[in-house]
């Protein structure tokens, strides 16, 4: 046994590398992978409640953002009223006679026009 023990002591690199790889080698033919997974029946309750709470919208979750890309559009609702009849933020195109003809001439192409 004396032997043994000095023999031990001795091995290089190579030999301490093998052991180690042995041992890895075993321990995951020791190992199972699951890829089945079902639901517990004793707490069925709280797992749905799970599911339904992550489906459910970032809005319906949280009272306030949780992170800064979700500031974006996070109140959809416009800050002023879209009266779209209210000309100081509404300006619509207004064609008068001679703003109508030269748009006119324009989609049909000005060059054309002064040969």
């Known amino acids: ?11 290089d690199e190579v030999h301490q590398n093998q052991i180690l790889r042995e041992l890895f080698l075993k ?5 199972k992978l699951y890829t089945q997974y079902h639901v517990n029946p004793l707490r069925k309750a709280k797992f749905l409640n799970l599911i339904h709470h992550a489906a ?17 559009g996070w109140d959809p609702n416009p800050l002023i009223n879209p009266d779209r009849q ?4 509404n300006h619509f195109r207004v064609y008068h006679d001679i703003t ?4 006119k001439l324009w989609s049909l192409g000005e060059d054309d026009h002064q040969k």
Do not use: C, F, W
């Not at 321990?27 to 190992?31: F, H, S, V």
């Not at 109508?100 to 748009?103: H, M, P, S, T, V």
């Open 100 to 103: 109508l003809y030269k748009a």
């Open 27 to 31: 321990e995951l033919r020791a190992q």
């Open 86 to 89: 209210d000309h100081r933020l």
């Open 1 to 11: 046994m004396a032997g043994r023990v000095g023999q031990m002591k001795n091995q």
């Open 56 to 72: 459910q919208g970032p809005k319906k979750k949280y009272s306030e953002t949780q992170t800064e890309a979700q500031e974006i």
